[in-house]
T-cell receptor, first 113, second 111 residues
């Protein structure tokens, strides 16, 4: 079954704790993206990766980190430096970085305790 | 000012009504996307447009490049169409890497 999986669906973080959100794809897409969605706002780009072992900051990268060691995987770590991490996080992929459709995962909702 | 503006923010319709959601943008773009987000949060791409009009089932998307405006139409609306509809543009000025998103239109279709 092809697609994008994100886990967990819900994640709780304590103050000062780092947490990692998983994103895995078996679409053989080159590009992967992490977005943050807050109520009443459009999706905002956190990080993106065009190829393995390369990634670039998006518009709101502060307090986040990523890695792209494998084509299939693009995990996002929300660090303790991110002061307002409560949001819905969406991972997306695109076959290449040219003008094509993006495909989205089901998302992870992060809540701070 | 947001580069992508959608209207209305919220829309309630009766089943069977014709629905129009609008998207305006302020910069030059190379493509415009319409996305659908269901209550569970998952997002599906509906259309990608760079000119003219596209149709898929009961959904029609149009774009007017000169006026920097796009519309998404739903004919014979149904309660299962209830979702958030999101407009996103790929800017000419930016690299091809990213989209800029509108804040979405919450559509509720009542039976």
């Amino acid at each position: 079954d092809g697609g994008i999986t994100q886990s967990p669906k819900y994640l709780f973080r304590k103050e000062g704790q780092n947490v990692t959100l998983s994103c895995e794809q078996n679409l053989n897409h080159d590009a992967m993206y992490w977005y943050r969605q807050d109520p009443g706002q459009g999706l905002r780009l956190i990080y993106y990766s065009q190829i393995v072992n390369d990634f670039q900051k998006g518009d709101i990268a502060e307090g986040y980190s990523v890695s792209r060691e494998k084509k299939e995987s693009f995990p996002l770590t929300v660090t303790s430096a991110q002061k307002n991490p409560t949001a819905f996080y969406l991972c997306a992929t695109q076959k290449t970085t040219t003008q094509e459709t993006q495909y989205f995962g089901p998302g992870t909702r992060l809540l701070v305790l | 000012k947001n580069e992508v503006e959608q209207s209305p923010q919220n829309l309630t319709a009766q089943e069977g009504e014709f629905i129009t959601i609008n998207c305006s943008y302020s910069v030059g773009i190379s493509a415009l996307h319409w996305l659908q987000q269901h209550p569970g949060g998952g997002i599906v791409s509906l259309f990608m447009l760079s000119s003219g009009k596209k149709k898929h089932g009961r959904l029609i998307a149009t774009i007017n490049i000169q006026e920097k405006h796009s519309s998404l139409h739903i004919t014979a609306s149904h309660p299962r169409d209830s979702a958030v509809y999101i407009c996103a543009v790929r800017l000419w000025s930016g690299s091809a890497r990213q989209l800029t998103f509108g804040s979405g239109t919450q559509l509720t279709v009542l039976p």
